[in-house]
């Protein structure tokens, strides 16, 4: 991010806060992102300003975090969105924050936390709560769970708008795959929302979010994390319906992940793309056509790689779509060659001294997702990739489980970073993935671990809000058991690809099952098991008999 500013910054570790404790001052620690378009309005018109600057430079250890690069730093100090103004005593201690600051707002703050700080000391510092409450409350998994869930979502729908709450209106990837198999009208009202609403018509791609309930005020902001969770979702819209209104939006972000987020160099998907000028897009496609691109943020992080591989291979798992596959297969060479080591996923790819200096660091959130697109490939690209499945749980198991549940990292860090962190949803993510795995290994301990990952925040489950819907679908499938369709092909085949596209997309599908014969597929779910299939209509009219 180019710097605008008169602020003197420093990086993100413990010199800044060593220099803060010797001066007897607070950190100013100011979250921002690259995307992020309020971050740069508030470096041009705050930070900008020479006696905020002077004041800031003379009072306190200003620190920039770039959230994208420092997740831990981000889920500890957030305040709520960015940019987050957060001011610190130098033990990393919260004294008081808030959001986007104009050069008012700053000066009034500035002089209170000065005047709090000269009064208090660090003795007004707090830590947040859910760094205190370092146990979640456990429980049972029930039937309860799920219908719980759909309560929420009933509540939370907007019956004129679509989609779930009031302002701002985010699209929900998972809640909208929870309500496909539970409530298929509210889904897919809420689906054909977010298309007409969220997605660029023009260069395609999903904006991030509508800061209106009617889903005015877009954010222009496009980040790889969460179109690659909507070319899932649309694509699982998709399968249900058939409908090519849901198979359109997903191949249109697939487009412009191909395209404009596709870094050549790297072998893998930039991160996000900024907002740009906001007067373009109103423009018309002609006029859009001569406008300045907006800038992309050409780093490849692990996480967001593994959500768009996901993605693209639940799209071609349902239509075929050789860019899709060759894309997905691309980038999930890069991921497993150069950010995954002994099932430890690196966080973004680095030059050779980077990652010399850093090693590889065990993040709950990258462990989780790339879990995900591993399993996720090894049932629609390459049976082979199991292998490496395997050795991110274990590794995920053997160093970040903590009890029942897992934590974000391990543990060590500056500031509040040293503090556990028990991430709801990174732990059901992981569950998710474990649920999976234990399908396509035969290795039932990963059910048992992600049923005790689940129970470790069930006593919480009844006031879980839309955001964790992906919560009750994983209770569900360890409940219910998912329905398993085992191919003794390699991917590929006809008869994989059919079995790929029966039923729902809570399903997992094994390639190249040892126990049948090439040629045959047969599906299950608990005890039940059906005979052999040998065509694709054999095969669904198994699926048919062990879901009634």
Known sequence: MNDPTRVEWREWGQDAFDEAEAADVPVLCALTATWCDHCHEMDAETYAEPRIAAHVNDGF????????????????????????????????????????????????????????????????????????????????LSSDVEAAMLGQLTEAYDEVAGGWGTEPKFPLPDA??????????????????????????????????AAERDWAGLQHEKLLDSNGALVRAFANAYLHTGNDAYREPAERTVEYLTTTLWNGDAEAFANSQAPGDPESHGLEPTERETADDPPVDERVFA?????????????????????????????????RSELLEDGVVRHRLETDDDRERTGATPLLSNQARVLAALATAASTLDADVLEDATAVADATIDRLRDGDSFLDSEGD??????RPLRPLDANVALADGLVELAVLSGEDRYRTVARETLEAFAGASDR???????????????????????????????????????????????????ALEAGTARAERGERVSAAAETPKQLSERVQEILE
């Not at 924050?97 to 002089?111: E, I, T």
């Not at 009208?185 to 979010?209: H, T």
């Not at 768009?308 to 060479?333: F, I, P």
């Open 176 to 209: 909208l795959e929870f309500a496909l198999k539970r409530d298929r009208e509210m889904a897919l009202r809420s689906f054909d929302a977010v298309g007409a609403n969220l997605l660029d018509e023009y260069e395609g791609g999903f904006y991030r979010f």
């Open 464 to 514: 879980f809000g839309v955001q964790m819907a992906r919560y009750a679908t994983v209770a569900s499938r360890l409940l219910e058991g998912p329905l398993v369709i085992r191919v003794g092909d390699d991917p590929g085949t006809d008869l994989h690809r059919a079995a790929l596209r029966l039923a729902d997309h809570e399903k997992v599908v094994v390639a190249g099952a040892g």
């Open 61 to 140: 250890v200003p620190v920039r975090v770039d959230v994208d690069c420092h997740p831990r730093v981000r889920d500890r100090y957030n305040m709520g969105g960015f940019p987050s103004t957060v001011f610190l005593a130098p033990d990393g201690t919260v004294l008081t924050g808030a959001g986007y600051l104009g050069p008012d707002g700053m000066r009034q703050v500035l002089d209170s936390v000065r005047t709090m700080w000269e009064t208090k000391g660090s003795g007004a510092g707090r830590v947040p709560r859910p760094l205190r409450e370092d146990e979640p409350p456990a429980g049972e």
């Open 303 to 335: 996480g967001p790689n593994a959500l768009a591989v996901e993605g693209l291979c639940t799209y071609y798992a349902y239509t075929d779509d050789e860019r899709a596959r060759r894309y997905a297969e691309r980038a999930l060479s890069t991921l």
């Open 413 to 418: 860090g500056v500031g509040l970073c040293d």
